[in-house]
């Protein structure tokens, strides 16, 4: 079959042609535009995303759990308020300073600087005669079950008496961490220097 080139169907094959580009054109100009704003939509929720876990990370930030500060900060916190210990028993009632020099038992109870000022054992020692201050002078009269009360900034903790034995004062052993809650009291045995008495108690 022999086409013939008219003008007639020249310009019908030219409008078809026409027509084929435009709607290809009109395709590839749609997908064109859809993939910027489909990148642009997904950078914009990973940018979300990112904002929000950051905003997270500031907040955790800005209020640290109790149990995950730096023992630094408990310590500065607890010294620039309130840090005392109560035992109604003997009619107690002393400040507590970080150390356990005599300048510190001078005027204070000491802290053990190795233990716990919160979570764990904490470690206190004090005269108990022959000095100015003598805040453990009565010590040897608890009995198991007394209570103890460790006032903080961070709070109040109620310990009872669960132990109170005669150590060697090389045994460090109850000054050790612990996972439990526990306070420890150490102060001299009476014309026994090689001797301290160790009262312990457990948090209830």
Not at 27 to 55: D, F, G, R, S, Y
Not at 70 to 75: A, V
Not at 89 to 106: C, D, F, R, S
Not at 135 to 161: M, N, P
């Amino acid at each position: 079959m022999i086409i013939s080139y008219t003008k007639k169907n020249v310009n019908s094959i030219a409008l078809l042609i026409t027509t084929m580009l435009f709607l290809l054109l009109h395709v590839i100009m749609i997908q064109i535009e859809k993939t910027p704003q489909a990148i642009c939509t997904t950078n914009l929720l990973k940018e979300k995303v990112i904002m929000a876990e950051n905003h997270t990370k500031e907040k955790s930030r800005e209020i640290p759990a109790l149990s995950e500060k730096p023992k630094e900060e408990l310590q500065e916190t607890v010294e620039e308020n309130i840090w005392k210990i109560e035992i109604p028993k003997i009619q107690l009632l002393a400040n507590i300073n970080e150390g356990t020099t005599q300048a510190v038992m001078a005027k204070a109870v000491g802290h053990f600087e190795h233990t716990s000022i919160w979570e764990g054992n904490v470690g206190l020692i004090a005269h108990n005669r022959g000095y100015q201050m003598n805040f453990f002078e009565h010590l040897k009269e608890l009995q198991l079950g007394d209570i103890i009360l460790y006032h903080t900034s961070l709070g109040t903790k109620e310990y009872k008496v669960m132990q109170s034995i005669i150590i060697q004062d090389t045994d460090w052993s109850y000054l050790e961490p612990s996972n439990e809650n526990k306070i420890t009291l150490i102060t001299c045995v009476e014309n026994e220097p090689e001797y301290r008495r160790c009262i312990q108690g457990i948090e209830i």
